[in-house]
């Protein structure tokens, strides 16, 4: 059994071998084996030079950004994000890797249901019809996984939580949700775009809030973890965000100065 050190050490620096490519993808993301203390491991990689570039986002970042984003869960004590860790070299160089979560879709978590079928404990976003001219509702779950990886978004800049970017694992018969493909986060310009909106505005919960205060008092090992994959601003609005939300002590609301869920929502 490798260690956590080992584990990163190997995703960073060990040879890989590409076996296959995501054909839903954007970004060209590969999956690939990699040795682990005689284990087989798999990884997502997602080199930089198949970044499709975007308007508002540095060229060739958007790895870093997705690591910088596993070391923000870690440091809140969340781990929500798979590990993550860049490498300079790879098979078709520089770029991100990530542990691969075998798992399923978050339907436990997040789904899609007849205006009369919403679970009576589940929070409502978004209603409209569907492909055969249905009335669907998107809701979720009123749980504090949700309620941390919202929290998690917005201290993020999260441009893009998409119900799809959540994977469930089953191990030893616990269920355990995980986030992934977090490209588009830590822009100096408030982005937030999530479907996680069913806690806007209500009270934080206090273990979150304590979550948070112990992380600021921490945000130098979060700083030095970080500081080669994002820029110094980017990290200062980290900081900022994380104590406007203890000040608050409330759920962020979605802003009214640009779209506040992704698109597509899956
Ligand atoms: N760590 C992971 N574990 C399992 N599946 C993953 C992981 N990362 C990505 N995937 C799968 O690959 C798809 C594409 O990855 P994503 O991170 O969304 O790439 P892109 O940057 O191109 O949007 C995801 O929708 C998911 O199905
Ligand atoms: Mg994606």
Aim: aromatic content about 8%; charged content about 25%.
């Amino acid at each position: 059994m490798a260690t956590d050190d080992n584990l990163s050490t190997a995703l960073a620096t060990g040879p890989l071998k590409v076996v296959g490519r995501l054909v839903d993808s954007s970004n060209n993301a590969l999956v690939a084996d990699l040795e682990v203390a005689g284990e087989l491991r798999r990884v997502v990689y997602k080199p930089a030079a198949g970044e499709r570039p975007l308007w508002d986002f540095p060229d060739g970042e958007l790895g870093r950004r997705e690591v910088a984003a596993f070391h923000l869960s870690a440091s809140l004590g969340w781990d929500q994000v798979p590990l993550t860790v860049w490498r300079d070299e790879g098979p078709a160089g520089a770029g991100m890797c990530q542990l691969w979560i075998d798992g399923g879709t978050p339907d436990d978590y997040i789904s899609l249901f007849a205006p009369a079928a919403v679970p009576a404990d589940w929070l409502a976003i978004l209603q409209g019809v569907d492909s055969v001219g249905a009335e669907v509702v998107l809701a979720h779950a009123d749980v504090v996984e949700l309620q941390r990886l919202a929290v998690f978004d917005y201290l993020a800049n999260n441009a893009d939580r998409k119900a799809g970017h959540l994977i469930v694992s089953e191990g030893d018969g616990i269920a355990r949700l995980w986030a992934i493909d977090h490209g588009l986060t830590f822009h100096t310009e408030p982005k937030l775009r999530t479907v996680l909106w069913g806690f806007a505005g209500e009270e934080l919960p206090r273990t979150i809030a304590i979550d948070i205060a112990s992380f600021l008092e921490r945000f130098g090992d979060f700083e030095r973890s970080v500081s080669a994959h994002l820029p110094d601003e980017g990290l200062a609005r980290v900081n900022a965000r994380a104590r406007e939300l203890i000040e608050v002590g409330r759920f962020p609301a979605p802003r009214d100065d640009g779209p506040a869920v992704p698109w597509p929502i899956f």
